[in-house]
């Protein structure tokens, strides 16, 4: 059998940070379970654009869809702020998702136990909570036309179109039933299927792929009455499947009821490949974090637990993802913090490379 691929894109700012610590984990994956990964590495953002004078070039675009998966570090930083538009970093991550074509954007919000009293609301409500939201990334009002900025009488119109179809539901509905079959079952679908036609759609099409998936338990909620649900009992819910303008909220708000940005990972997914698992790109929430690049602060737990995604939603190895987000819980409940998980003063921050030392040993401890 051959090793599953990863493409690892480190970018710039923290990216090569973080990311030097989920090599270490991708080592200790190799040396003690026997479980190796064929791991490329290529340049993605400001540091392509310093090379190729582009922020993706063709040759990492075409690595990119061939891989098993690719995981990202962060892209951008101040001294990139003033090129032009079509060569900016952001513009080398945007290409990923495009050509990749990954619709289904997942971002879990998972709280772990040590960092509850980091929530703004109350630990009851957010501690052992562990939910999924599922947003639909490349149709709907972001990208329907027309759009734009018109003339109409003597003043000006807005305008932008909330548009799906049919296949575009179906597909994202499946990747979401998929997530719920590999996690608690419970799949909750949200639209305004009281005020909008494309929420009308929406339900009906996640309630006719919900025939195929017998066993996840599928309800339905008007989009504002789950952002009330989301704050009230976060508990509830197992997966979330929403469009791109309510899972851009709702993601948001789901993500800092746990803490820090520090923490959030992300999945993005796209259709199966040949090999039957879907194109993915895995990459933490945050971004490239200028003001304290280099530094050796950065918190790397955000881009580990996209790693830990990785194995489990690109690799099948739902058990060793386990592994790697308890060991991340465990170095947390033994008071290893960086900067920024401390809320008080008088204690030292661990480093970048000691939280991912603190991690490569809880994970020995865990054999
Ligand atoms: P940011 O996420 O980089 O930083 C926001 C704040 O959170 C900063 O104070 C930073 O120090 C802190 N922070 C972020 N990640 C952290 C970590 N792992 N550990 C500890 N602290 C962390 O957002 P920003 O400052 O708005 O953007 C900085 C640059 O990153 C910009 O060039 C922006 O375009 C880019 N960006 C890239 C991505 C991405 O690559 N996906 C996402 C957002 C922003």
Redesign the pocket.
């Known amino acids: 059998m051959t090793n599953p691929s990863l493409l690892i894109l480190p ?1 710039d ?3 090569p940070e ?1 990311m030097t610590e989920v090599r270490k984990i991708i080592d200790w994956f190799g040396a003690k379970r026997g479980i190796t990964f064929d791991v490329s590495e290529d340049l993605v ?1 400001g540091c392509a654009y310093d090379k190729h004078g582009t922020p993706l070039h063709d040759d990492t675009m075409a690595k990119a869809q061939e891989v098993d998966a690719v995981l ?7 001294k ?2 003033n090129l032009d538009f079509s060569v900016k ?2 513009r080398g ?1 945007l290409r990923l998702r495009k050509e990749m074509d990954l619709f289904s954007n997942l971002r879990p919000a998972q709280c772990f136990d040590a960092l509850a009293d980091f929530s703004s609301l109350k630990k009851d409500v957010v501690a052992g909570l562990d939910i999924m939201i599922v947003r639909e990334l490349t149709s709907g009002v972001y990208f329907g036309e027309p759009r734009g900025i018109f003339e109409e009488g003597n003043e000006r119109v807005g305008i932008n179109t909330q548009r799906y179809t049919e296949s575009e539901i179906d597909r994202v509905a499946r990747s979401a039933f998929d997530l719920a079959m590999k996690r608690g079952k419970k799949l909750c679908s949200m639209e305004k299927a009281n005020v909008m036609e494309s929420g009308i759609l929406w339900r009906e099409v996640v309630t006719e792929v919900g025939k195929d998936y017998p066993e996840v338990e599928l309800s339905h909620m008007y989009a504002d009455a789950g952002a009330m649900q989301l704050t009230r009992w976060p508990k509830q819910f197992d997966v979330i499947v929403t469009d791109n303008l309510f899972g851009d909220l709702l993601s948001d708000l789901a993500a800092m009821l746990t803490g ?3 923490m959030l990972p992300s999945a993005s997914l796209g259709a199966p490949m040949d090999n039957g698992r879907p194109k993915a790109l895995y ?10 690049a280099g530094q050796g ?7 580990i637990l996209s790693f830990a995604m990785a194995l489990r939603y690109s690799f099948d190895m739902g058990e060793e993802a386990t592994r790697v987000e308890q060991a991340v819980n465990k170095v947390l409940g033994d008071g290893v913090r ?3 998980l401390l809320n008080e003063e008088g204690i030292t921050p661990a480093t970048t490379a000691e939280m991912g030392d603190a991690v490569i040993a809880a994970l020995d401890a865990s054999l």
Do not use: Q, R, W
């Not at 990459?283 to 304290?292: L, N, Q, T």
């Open positions: 970018g700012g923290i990216g973080v953002g990202l570090g962060a892209v951008g930083g101040p990139y702020d970093p952001e991550l820090s940005l520090g990459e933490p929430v945050h971004g490239s974090a200028p003001d304290i602060k950065a918190n790397p737990c955000a881009c960086t900067a920024d």
